[in-house]
């Protein structure tokens, strides 16, 4: 018989099937602090970030997937990622049917 391995502090308590027990985080010490020291780094770069994707942008001898990446990022920064068309239907197209069955019909 094997002994369980002993719960780290990192580590979750696990309900059956490995899910999260009720009442428990699956990150319950948070987001580790240097990950936000990173982005905060990150962020310092973003002036020049910016004026890098504008240069390659406008670099009439870069390849061209690199020229729409580039305006690419820069529209998405600045304005947003354009909203995603979603379909709802039935195949092809059709109206999606309701069907109730068994003991619920009579709702």
């Given amino acids: ?5 002993a719960i780290t502090s990192h580590q979750v308590e696990r309900a059956k ?3 999260f027990a009720p009442g428990k985080s699956g990150n319950p010490t948070g987001r580790p602090k240097d990950v936000a020291e990173v982005v905060a780094l ?5 002036a020049e970030a910016v004026s890098g994707l504008a240069a390659i942008a406008r ?9 729409v990446t ?3 990022g820069l529209l998405d920064r600045g304005w947003g ?3 995603q068309a979603h379909e709802h239907g039935g195949p092809g197209g059709a109206p ?3 069907v ?5 019909a009579a709702l």
């Fill in 1 to 5: 018989m094997t002994a369980e391995p």
């Fill in 17 to 19: 099937g490995g899910k």
């Fill in 42 to 46: 990150a962020r310092t770069y973003t």
């Fill in 59 to 67: 670099d009439k001898k870069a390849p061209a997937a690199a020229r």
């Fill in 70 to 72: 580039a305006w690419t």
């Fill in 81 to 83: 990622k354009p909203p």
């Fill in 96 to 98: 999606i049917q309701v």
């Fill in 100 to 104: 109730i069955k068994g003991d619920d």
